[in-house]
C-alpha cells in the first residue's frame, strides 16, 4: 500500500488537500474555492464554519479521488492563512463572529489608540511586529468589545480564540485539542517571540483574557488525532505553520540569508536569518519561521496586502479578465504600460509603509490608455511591491540577493515572472511544484512521523521549472522604478 503525507492548505481564497509522496511530488490535490465578504469599505470578513466545512470535504473528496482510504495518510498537515481571527464557543462550538481577515481593515481605530497611548516600541520590541490592523490581537479585542455579551463569556471561560490552523485543529479533533504552532503565533500581537510565550503585558493592553489562547507548540509534532468518524480512520495531525513560513520550509531555504516570495492574494517574501531574530529599522517584520527539532528560527519579512488579489479585481471588479492567465496575453498585447501605473493599495500599504489610510490610485492616464495597459500596469504593481520589500531586506540584513525563489498562483504568469526579473536585476527561479505552501507543511509534519528522516533529505527534493533572467537595461529599470516611487507617493499624499 502505497503512504502518503496529506497537506491541509487553507489560503484566503481557497482551501487545497494534497497528497504529497516520499519524492515531494504530488499525486492529487482536491480544492473548493472560499468566497469573502466585503461589509464595508476595508473590511473583509471570513465565514469560519464554511472554511471548515470545506477543509473536511476536499480532504474527504481527496480520498476518494485518489480511492484510498485514510489508512494510506501516515498524517497531515496543516499551514494556513496567517493573522485571520475566529472567536467561538467552547462549549457549541459556534464561531461568535465572522472570521475577521488578516487584510481587514476595521481595527485601525484600536491601532491609532495603541499608538497614541505609546505602546507601539513595547509592541514592536517582544513581536517583532508593527501596530497594524493585519495582525490578530486587535481583532480579538474587536471581537470582544463589538459583539453583545462576547467579553462576559470570554471572562467566563466560555469563549476560544483561534487562528485558522487552531480552528481547523480543534474542529478535526472534536473539540479536544486547542493549540497553534510558534510561527502562527508570531502574528497575533500577543506572542513574545524572544521568549516563546503569550505575553501578559501585551493581553492587559487589549484586554484579552488568556483563558481564550491555545496552547502554543512547536511546528513538527504530532498534536492529536483527527475525530475517527471524520475519514472513517483517526489520522495523526503531525505538524502546522502559517502558510508563509510554510513556503520558506516547502522552498528548502533553510540557510540563513536564503529568501522566497509567494504570490497569492498577497505578497509575502520571507528571507531565513538563523536562530538570530534581526530587528528591522526598514518596515519589515521580525517572525518566527518555525521550531522544528527542539529549534526556533527566525525570518525577517516584508508583506504585501494585495497582490493576486488586484488580478482577481480585473477579473471581479472590472470585467477586464475572464480568468487570471488571460492577464498574461492582455499585458504582452500592449507591449508596454505606455506611463500608467495601478497602485492596489485597496486595504492600505504594508511594508515597507505601513499606511492604513491609503486607498488604490490609478496614475498617468491618456485618450490612448486601454484595457491591455490597465492590465499591465496592475500586474507590474505587483512586481514593484516585491521591489519596495526587497530593497528593505538588502538593506536590514546586509546581504545582497543572488537569486529570488518564488511560488503561489500568480507565479503561473510568464508575464510577471519575466518583469520581476527585469525589475530586481537577477534570477527569478520557479519550481517545478509550485505548491511550496503545501510541500511545507507536509514536510513538517512528516519529519515528525518519520516519513522523511531530516531536512537534507528533503532540500534533494526540490526541482527547478524555469529560471527568468533579466533582460532589461539599468537605465530602464531605474526609469520604471522611479514612476512606481511617484505613484506611490502621490497615492499617500492623496489620504493626508
Ligand atoms: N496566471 C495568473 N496571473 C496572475 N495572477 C494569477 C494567475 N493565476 C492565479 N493568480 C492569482 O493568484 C491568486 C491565487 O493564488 P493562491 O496561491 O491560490 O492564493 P491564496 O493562497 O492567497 O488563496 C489569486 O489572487 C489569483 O488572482
Ligand atoms: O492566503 P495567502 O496565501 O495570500 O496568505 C495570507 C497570509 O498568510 C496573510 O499573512
Known amino acids: 500500500m502505497k ?16 497528497l504529497v509522496n516520499e ?11 472560499i468566497g469573502l465578504q466585503y461589509p464595508h469599505p476595508g473590511w473583509v470578513e471570513g465565514d469560519a464554519e464554511r ?45 461568535v463572529y465572522p472570521a475577521i481577515v488578516w487584510q481587514s481593515r476595521q481595527t485601525t481605530g484600536i491601532c491609532e489608540r495603541l499608538k497614541h497611548e505609546g505602546h507601539e516600541r513595547l509592541i514592536q520590541r517582544k513581536t517583532g511586529l508593527k501596530v497594524d490592523a493585519y495582525f490578530s490581537g486587535t481583532k480579538i479585542a474587536w471581537i470582544l468589545d463589538t459583539v453583545n455579551g462576547a467579553r462576559e463569556r470570554a471572562e467566563r471561560g466560555e469563549l476560544l480564540f483561534g487562528t485558522i490552523d487552531s480552528w481547523l485543529i480543534w474542529k478535526l479533533t472534536g473539540g479536544r485539542v486547542h493549540v497553534t504552532d510558534v510561527s502562527n503565533a508570531s502574528r497575533t500581537l500577543l506572542f513574545n517571540i524572544y521568549e516563546r510565550q503569550w505575553d501578559q503585558e501585551l493581553l492587559d493592553i487589549l484586554n484579552i483574557p488568556k483563558s481564550m489562547l491555545p496552547e502554543v507548540r512547536s511546528s513538527s509534532e504530532v498534536y492529536g488525532d483527527t475525530d475517527a468518524g471524520l475519514f472513517g480512520r483517526a489520522i495523526p495531525i503531525a505538524g502546522a505553520a502559517g502558510d508563509q513560513q510554510a513556503a520558506l520550509f516547502g522552498q528548502g531555504c533553510y540557510d540563513p540569508g536564503s529568501v522566497k516570495n509567494t504570490y ?60 487570471a492567465a488571460d492577464s498574461q ?77 518564488v511560488d ?30 503545501a510541500l511545507g507543511a507536509a514536510y513538517l509534519a512528516g519529519l515528525a512521523v518519520g516519513y522523511w528522516d531530516n531536512r537534507e533529505q528533503i532540500r534533494c527534493l526540490k526541482q527547478v521549472e524555469r529560471e527568468f533572467q533579466p533582460r532589461m537595461e539599468a537605465e530602464e529599470r531605474q526609469r520604471l522604478y522611479a514612476g512606481w516611487g511617484r505613484a506611490v507617493k502621490a497615492a499617500i499624499a492623496f489620504a493626508e
Open 264 to 323: 497569492g492574494t498577497g505578497c509575502f517574501m520571507l528571507m531565513n536569518t538563523g536562530t538570530e531574530a534581526i530587528h528591522s529599522p526598514s518596515g519589515l517584520l521580525t517572525t518566527i519561521a518555525w521550531e522544528v527539532e527542539g529549534k526556533v528560527e527566525y525570518a525577517l519579512e516584508g508583506s504585501v496586502f494585495v497582490a493576486g488579489a488586484a488580478i482577481q479585481w480585473l477579473r471581479d471588479g472590472l470585467g477586464f479578465i475572464e480568468n
Open 3 to 18: 503512504r502518503y503525507m496529506l497537506a491541509l492548505d487553507q489560503g484566503t481564497t481557497s482551501t487545497r488537500a494534497l
Open 51 to 95: 472554511i471548515w466545512l470545506s477543509a473536511v470535504e476536499v480532504i474527504r473528496d481527496l480520498l476518494a479521488k485518489a480511492n484510498i482510504g485514510a489508512e494510506s495518510i501516515v498524517g497531515i498537515g496543516i499551514t494556513n492563512q496567517r493573522e485571520t481571527a475566529v472567536v467561538w464557543d467552547r462549549a457549541t462550538g459556534a464561531p
Open 23 to 33: 519524492q515531494g511530488c504530488i499525486d492529487a490535490m482536491e480544492q473548493q474555492e
Open 329 to 405: 496575453r492582455l499585458a504582452e498585447a500592449a507591449g508596454s504600460s505606455e506611463g500608467v501605473y495601478v497602485v492596489p493599495a485597496f486595504v492600505g500599504l504594508g511594508t515597507p509603509y505601513w499606511n492604513s489610510d491609503v486607498r488604490g490610485a490609478v496614475f498617468g492616464l491618456t485618450r490612448g490608455s486601454s484595457k491591455e495597459h490597465f492590465v499591465r500596469a496592475t500586474l507590474e504593481s505587483l512586481a514593484y511591491q516585491a521591489k519596495d520589500v526587497l530593497k528593505a531586506m538588502e538593506r536590514d540584513s546586509g546581504i545582497t540577493l543572488s537569486e529570488l525563489a
Open 408 to 437: 503561489g498562483g500568480a507565479v503561473r504568469n510568464d508575464f510577471l515572472m519575466q518583469f520581476q526579473s527585469d525589475m530586481l536585476g537577477v534570477p527569478v527561479v520557479r519550481p517545478v511544484v509550485n505548491e511550496s505552501t
